[in-house]
């Protein structure tokens, strides 16, 4: 390792922040011997304020109905060939009861962009699920709404609310989306998050077509100046009916890397171990514990929809009844050293 990335890892240790420059040298300067000395930082830092405890959130994937056409999504309005679906508001509480049966005290609301899901209509599943579980805490991911639909979906329950930005800069962001998407738009939309009382997750792609080293140092100075109390980051995964379909997947091994770079930016920050990890190398969650992650999804959709939430190709566990994808996830995460434990699963402060 060269002695200018051994000295970034312990000033990022110490002081949390860099500068851009920084950021894109510590990305480029990427080995063994740094991710491995990053790895063992973010590991002493994840252990400081949350143990070995991994939490885990009952992701319930209940529309895949979406307005928006981003160009890397496989549920995006111009793919005709999807399936579209929608849950009942019945069927979305039975999946948060049959997950609270087996131990989750979050529960991840997760969608498309479905203008059916008004805010009077969320509003209402919010307050089911809270009156039936006040211990638990819920977790909204509808995509970009006013900050009027924000207040009100705080006002009914929701606790936190997972917003990726999918990349900090303006260029890199008008090259994966349509025009009429505008970055300003999802910046403005974090923040009215933060204004509504919201806990924020925000969180990027790795490896999306176009990117460079210096995009991804954009999108780590944005979560240091940000701090969003979650982020959720994954290697980008080529769907067959996007535009992007020949590109290249992302790389397990730099996510974990810039895993482990986030946890020294703000150590106690909630840290997911991505289905799209998982997905893109066998013991891709459980290499994202061990550098650094602290959170797992697993799902509890109903089996007959989730080959449907297809957001990109090869996606796993899509056959599990939900009892077996948390036994085996459960048995995974221990081979690693750490332990799921039932808990609502808040920031350490």
Avoid: W
């Amino acid at each position: 390792m060269k002695q200018e990335i051994y000295d970034l890892i312990y000033k990022l240790e110490t002081s949390h922040s860099l500068s851009l420059s920084e950021y894109q040298l510590l990305i480029e300067g990427r080995d063994e011997e740094a991710a491995s000395l990053l790895r063992e930082k973010a590991v002493s830092l994840r252990k400081k304020f949350y143990g070995n405890r991994v939490f885990i959130r009952g992701l319930i994937e209940f529309t895949n109905y979406c307005k928006n056409d981003c160009l890397y999504c496989g549920i995006r309005s111009s793919n005709k060939n999807a399936h579209r679906y929608r849950l009942s508001e019945d069927q979305i509480i039975q999946c948060a009861c049959e997950g609270y049966g087996l131990g989750f005290r979050t529960f991840v609301l997760q969608g498309g962009e479905d203008p059916y899901f008004t805010d009077e209509k969320l509003c209402q599943i919010i307050r089911r699920i809270k009156a039936s579980h006040p211990d638990c805490a819920i977790t909204l991911s509808v995509g970009e709404r006013s900050f009027e639909s924000y207040r009100a979906l705080k006002e009914a329950g929701a606790d936190r609310y997972l917003l990726r930005h999918e990349t900090a800069g303006a260029e890199h962001y008008a090259k994966l989306h349509p025009e009429r998407q505008r970055f300003q738009e999802r910046m403005e939309a974090l923040r009215n998050l933060r204004k509504a009382g919201f806990a924020v997750g925000a969180g990027f792609m790795v490896g999306s077509p176009y990117q460079t080293s210096s995009d991804l140092a954009q999108d780590l100075k944005f979560i240091e100046e940000f701090q969003p109390e979650m982020c959720g980051i994954g290697p980008f995964i080529p769907h067959k009916e996007t535009p992007f379909a020949a590109c290249p997947a992302g790389s397990a091994d730099l996510t974990c890397y810039l895993l482990s770079i986030i946890r020294l930016i703000k150590p106690n920050i909630l840290l997911p171990a991505t289905t799209a990890l998982g997905t893109i190398k066998p013991d891709g969650r459980e290499q994202g514990i061990l550098s650094g992650a602290n959170v797992v999804m697993p799902n509890l959709s109903p089996v007959q929809v989730r080959k449907d939430y297809s957001l990109y190709d090869g996606k796993i566990c899509l056959g599990e009844e939900s009892a077996q994808c948390v036994a085996c996830l459960s048995r995974r995460i221990e081979t690693t050293g750490y332990q799921i434990v039932v808990d609502r699963g808040d920031i350490s402060l």
